[in-house]
T-cell receptor
Framework: KNEVEQSPQNLTAQEGEFITINCSYSVGISALHWLQQHPGGGIVSLFMLSSGKKKHGRLIATINIQEKHSSLHITASHPRDSAVYICAVEARSQGNLIFGKGTKLSVKP | GAGVSQSPSNKVTEKGKDVELRCDPISGHTALYWYRQSLGQGLEFLIYFQGNSAPDKSGLPSDRFSAERTGGSVSTLTIQRTQQEDSAVYLC???????????FGNGTRLTVT
C-alpha cells in the first residue's frame, strides 16, 4: 500500500463544476503539499499545509491531521485548471517528500 | 531571475556516458531537493540538501547517482555510466528552509540512447 493515496486518479468535469481531490496518507507528517503539474510539465506549488485550511483564489485546501486526510477543492472550475494535481507529504523530522500518484483533471468547456 | 534555474534544459547522451545536471536555487533558500519523473510515471524523490548536507541518500536509485551542493547554493546531480532507464525529467526545487513552500525549476529532460 502506498503511503500517500490520491483519489480519483482521473477526473473529468464540466466548466463551472465544483471539484474535490482527496489525499490520504499513512505516515506522521510535518507538512503536506499540493502541487499542480501543467500539461507542459512545469510544476507549481499550490499550498503547503500543516493544519486547518488555506484558500487562494478559487482553490481551497484542507487538512485533518487526526484523520490523515487532505482535500483540494476547486470552485467554479475552468478549462485552464486542467492539469495533474499531486499531493506530497513531508515525513515528520525528515526532508524527503512522499508523493501521491497524482490526479489528472480535465475540465471541458 | 528570481526562480529556480536548471541546466541544461535538455540532454541527450549515449549509454555509458556520465552526465551532470545543475540546479541554481533561489538565493537564500537553504533547502534543495532533487526529483525525477520518468515517462508516464509520478514524481520520485531522489535526495534533499539542508545547507550543504544531504542527511538521507537512500532515495538515489543506484550508486551511479551522486549529488553535491557547495556554498549552500548550486547543486549538481551526477549520473555515471548512464543507462536507458535513467531517461527522465530531473526536477529541482528549493525552499527557504525545510517544511517551507517549494519552488520548482523547469527540469532537465535527460534522454539516454
Amino acid at each position: 500500500k502506498n503511503e500517500v493515496e490520491q483519489s480519483p486518479q482521473n477526473l473529468t468535469a464540466q466548466e463551472g463544476e465544483f471539484i474535490t481531490i482527496n489525499c490520504s496518507y499513512s505516515v506522521g507528517i510535518s507538512a503536506l503539499h499540493w502541487l499542480q503539474q501543467h500539461p507542459g510539465g512545469g510544476i507549481v506549488s499550490l499550498f503547503m499545509l500543516s493544519s486547518g485550511k488555506k484558500k487562494h483564489g478559487r482553490l481551497i485546501a484542507t487538512i485533518n491531521i487526526q484523520e490523515k486526510h487532505s482535500s483540494l477543492h476547486i470552485t467554479a472550475s475552468h478549462p485552464r485548471d486542467s492539469a495533474v494535481y499531486i499531493c506530497a507529504v513531508e515525513a515528520r523530522s525528515q526532508g524527503n517528500l512522499i508523493f501521491g500518484k497524482g490526479t489528472k483533471l480535465s475540465v471541458k468547456p | 531571475g528570481a526562480g529556480v534555474s536548471q541546466s541544461p534544459s535538455n540532454k541527450v547522451t549515449e549509454k555509458g556516458k556520465d552526465v551532470e545536471l545543475r540546479c541554481d536555487p533561489i538565493s537564500g533558500h537553504t533547502a534543495l531537493y532533487w526529483y525525477r519523473q520518468s515517462l508516464g510515471q509520478g514524481l520520485e524523490f531522489l535526495i534533499y540538501f539542508q545547507g550543504n548536507s544531504a542527511p538521507d541518500k537512500s532515495g538515489l536509485p543506484s550508486d551511479r547517482f551522486s549529488a553535491e551542493r557547495t556554498g549552500g547554493s548550486v547543486s549538481t546531480l551526477t549520473i555515471q555510466r548512464t543507462q536507458q532507464e535513467d531517461s527522465a525529467v530531473y526536477l529541482c526545487a528549493s525552499s527557504l528552509e525545510l517544511f517551507s513552500p517549494l519552488h520548482f525549476g523547469n527540469g532537465t529532460r535527460l534522454t539516454v540512447t
